[in-house]
């Protein structure tokens, strides 16, 4: 260390403009270099907080490998987002073929047919017994989706609480604004959980 401060106060090299004294950084504005400056202690100094520094990268990178964000990008949230969309697409199958189902019973009864009506709402009743199978199909799909969701969530938690990230004000965002106060007015909040959805008979007195 004291080898060190010698030579970063080494006198310049003719024709060089001034000395070349690395240690000015580290005097306060207005401090002079005096006896003893640039000592060890500076440098003690200096690298006992490089070595703090050193210390938070080093457990900020542990946190983000315990993160795990490549599995995250490129099996969790992708494998979620395929279920999600199975199970949508096993439910619109199904609405689809019970609809169609139901149609034909009932343009077998508007014919005036009574056997044929009656064979027909029996071969489509099935169809339709068969159809609602989805959702078994669609639950095992959610559930999995749920679970690495979840995973997500709790992994994110634990990072941010490790690094202690608070959450940043977000910029002024007119369309944001804009869709939140539509989604207000009009209530356009989509379907709703029974314990936070208006009650019918509610709505019925506010008509009524």
Request: glycine fraction near 10%.
């Amino acid at each position: 260390m004291r080898r060190l401060g010698g030579l970063l106060r080494r006198p310049p090299p003719p024709g060089q403009a001034g000395p070349l004294d690395l240690t000015a950084d580290m005097r306060r504005p207005g401090e002079t270099p005096g006896p003893g400056a640039g000592e060890p202690a500076d440098l003690e100094r200096l690298s006992r907080e490089i070595g703090i520094v050193a210390a938070y990268v080093g457990r900020l990178k542990g946190d983000i490998g315990a993160l795990k964000p490549g599995e995250l990008h490129l099996d969790t949230l992708p494998s979620a987002r395929a279920d999600l969309d199975g199970a949508r697409e096993a439910t619109r199958v199904a609405a689809d073929s019970i609809m169609a189902a139901a149609e034909a019973i009932l343009s077998a009864a508007a014919a005036g047919d009574a056997a044929g009506a009656a064979a027909v709402a029996e071969r489509k009743s099935m169809e339709i017994i068969e159809a609602c199978s989805f959702q078994d199909i669609t639950g095992q799909r959610l559930a999995r989706a749920a679970s690495r969701l979840f995973a997500a969530e709790r992994r994110l938690q634990r990072f941010a609480k490790a690094v202690r990230i608070a959450d940043r004000a977000e910029k002024f965002d007119r369309e944001a604004i804009l869709r939140k106060a539509r989604r207000e007015v009009l209530l356009l909040d989509g379907p709703q959980d029974p314990e936070s959805a208006i009650a019918q008979d509610d709505v019925d007195r506010l008509f009524g």
